[in-house]
């Protein structure tokens, strides 16, 4: 057997690659992890929506060819920050889609809400390994994507960090072993909250999450458990896992990041410290590992792992989106698109925190679940469930 040592492999040629939502929580530590590898990664292009400065200031620091802004306005701006780097620039949504098009090995889908949707079918498309962060696109369009994926031959790593905590605990040759997936939830910094207290918290309480430094959005959802309810969407598309089979459980800590039962009694998790650098490294290594400097887990120190079976009376939105998914069809799209409107509202404070769970829930009376079998038809469905939602936000109690 020929034996290769570190010193003697063959030289592979970095891998080339492409971020979405560069500028963003998950965006950013993508990029601390190919810093620190300059050697295996070769960026072409890096997009955000209006942070052109921050946007070129990445550009340069890792040698982009590319930087877009999905902001026309902010296009001056990013032309000025790039001036005499050689880097190209460009602006608007059409031109993020086509740096999602560009010939790379891998793409980092890291835009943040249901405008990552279009980019990330680009890359799709044309059969690259995709590392998906952004779930809300496989919650509005998961079978269309799904079915994408098996047409372009493309690759779906996860990147949210539950599932791919499932990803590496999954015997995904032997389906009929695996009786349940059970996604953990931090609970978030309401959880041991009651109604009433709910109704007074701002949003800075909001995204102060206990164990995640994440985006605003991902961290309202998570106070409100909506994030838990989309990834059991995500899931059901990213493993061909019912509903019915995946479960939530509280787990405090969020050191257990996912688990799978198989029908033998065994119990497979994936743990670790609570850092999005290990999943994102396990997609951007794939299918080899990669070191990270993250804090070892130290379990001693820890102590105790504590698990609670969700509150579905203190957080519906675990309910909504449970509801959605058996509604099918069109439901997840519209639960998707009015919690992405009341979440903004709520940012915005035109609303109270426990206004969010209500006005998707009124979005989805309205507008009941019908087929969907195109983009067009998603886009419709996302545009009617906004209109909803803003009619229900602005109209007086
Ligand atoms: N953060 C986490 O730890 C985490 C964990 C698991 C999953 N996720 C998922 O990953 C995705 C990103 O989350 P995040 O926390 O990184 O979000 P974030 O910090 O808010 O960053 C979002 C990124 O998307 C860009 N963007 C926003 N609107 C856009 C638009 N209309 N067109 C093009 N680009 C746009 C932003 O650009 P600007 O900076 O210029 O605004 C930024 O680069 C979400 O789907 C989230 O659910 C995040």
Known sequence: ??????RNAPKTAPRRVTILGSTGSVGCNT??????????????ALTANGQAERLAEQAKRVGARLAVVADEDRYRDLKAA????????????????????????????AIVGVAGLTPTMAAVRRGAVVALANKETLVCAGALMTAEVARS??????VDSEHNAIFQVLDSKRPEAVERIVLTASGG????????????????????????????????????????????IEAQHLFAMPAERIDVLVHPQSVVHSMVTYVDGSVLAQMGQP????????????????????????????????????????FPALRLAR??????????????????????AFLDKRIGFLEIARVVEDTLRSLPAAPLL??????????EARGIASGLISRPR
Request: glycine share 6%; with cysteine.
């Open 31 to 44: 990029l601390d992890l190919i810093c620190r590898n300059p050697d295996s990664f070769a960026v072409e």
């Open 82 to 109: 790039l001036s005499g780097s050689g880097i190209e620039a460009a602006a608007g949504p059409a031109a993020v889609i086509e740096a999602a098009a560009r010939p790379t090995d891998w793409v980092m889908a």
């Open 189 to 232: 910094p309401f959880r041991t909250l009651s109604r009433e207290a709910m109704a007074n918290v701002t949003p800075e309480q909001a995204v102060a999450h206990p164990n995640w430094d994440m985006g605003a959005k991902i961290s309202v959802d998570s106070a409100t458990m909506m994030n838990k309810g989309l990834e059991i």
């Open 374 to 383: 195109s983009l067009e038809q998603v886009w419709s469905v996302d545009r």
């Open 153 to 158: 031959r493309a690759t779906l790593l996860p």
């Open 275 to 314: 850092d999005m650098r290990t999943p994102i490294a396990y997609t951007l290594a794939w299918p080899d590992r990669m070191a990270v400097p993250v804090k070892r887990l130290d379990l001693a120190a820890i102590g105790q792992l504590t698990f609670e079976t969700p509150d579905l009376e203190r």
């Open 323 to 344: 509801e959605a998914l058996q509604a099918g069809g069109s439901g997840p799209t519209a639960l998707n698109a009015a919690n992405e409107v009341a979440v903004r």
């Open 1 to 6: 057997m020929a034996v290769v040592s570190a």
